[in-house]
């Protein structure tokens, strides 16, 4: 039997119970001349239900979002063939030292304790990384992908 494809409309806690464990994305940024720019990305949701990204401070995704905060992420599952879904927000770029705690929460949301947050600290200092927060404005659908209902079932 073909795969049917899906589309389910889910509230905002719905929308972070599907972000929470999954942490594989594409984000969208708009380049100087308006055009897209895509990253591949490993994400987190914050305690506040921002979509948080490591970054350093001179990647494009980084210079972009300082120059326009509209962004796009497509979050995906584990199995490419899983389900996905499209999150628009604005976004704000963090940078050391502000940075800091933002960056722990961020490794908290994507793979729990480290074994000793003093070393990463100076590990995110010394590297000189930024973080980048998306606040969710909309979002679309979860989605899979497959035939449409119809041609799937005939």
């Given at each position: 039997?073909?795969?049917?494809?899906?589309?389910?409309?889910?509230?905002?806690e719905?929308?972070?119970?599907?972000?929470?464990?999954?942490?594989?994305?594409?984000?969208?940024?708009?380049?100087?001349?308006?055009?897209?720019?895509?990253?591949?990305?490993?994400?987190?949701?914050?305690?506040?239900?921002?979509?948080?990204v490591?970054?350093?401070?001179?990647?494009?995704?980084?210079?972009?979002?300082?120059?326009?905060?509209?962004?796009?992420?497509?979050?995906?599952?584990?199995?490419?063939?899983?389900?996905?879904?499209?999150?628009?927000g604005?976004?704000?770029?963090?940078?050391?030292?502000?940075?800091?705690?933002?960056?722990?929460?961020?490794?908290?949301?994507?793979?729990?304790?480290?074994?000793?947050?003093?070393?990463?600290?100076?590990?995110?200092?010394?590297?000189?990384?930024?973080?980048?927060?998306?606040?969710?404005?909309?979002?679309?659908?979860v989605?899979?992908?497959?035939?449409?209902?119809?041609?799937?079932s005939?």
């Open positions: 039997m073909p795969k049917t494809a899906t589309a389910d409309r889910v509230d905002r719905g929308l972070l119970a599907f972000l929470r464990p999954r942490h594989k994305a594409l984000l969208l940024t708009h380049r100087s001349d308006g055009s897209p720019q895509l990253s591949p990305v490993t994400c987190g949701v914050d305690d506040q239900g921002r979509v948080v490591s970054t350093y401070p001179q990647r494009a995704k980084a210079v972009n979002a300082r120059r326009d905060p509209r962004v796009s992420l497509c979050v995906l599952s584990d199995d490419f063939d899983g389900a996905w879904v499209q999150v628009d604005q976004a704000e770029v963090l940078d050391l030292p502000d940075a800091l705690d933002p960056l722990v929460d961020y490794f908290r949301s994507i793979s729990g304790e480290h074994p000793d947050w003093d070393e990463y600290r100076a590990a995110m200092q010394r590297q000189g990384k930024s973080l980048l927060r998306v606040t969710i404005e909309r979002w679309g659908p989605a899979t992908g497959g035939f449409p209902p119809a041609p799937a005939s």
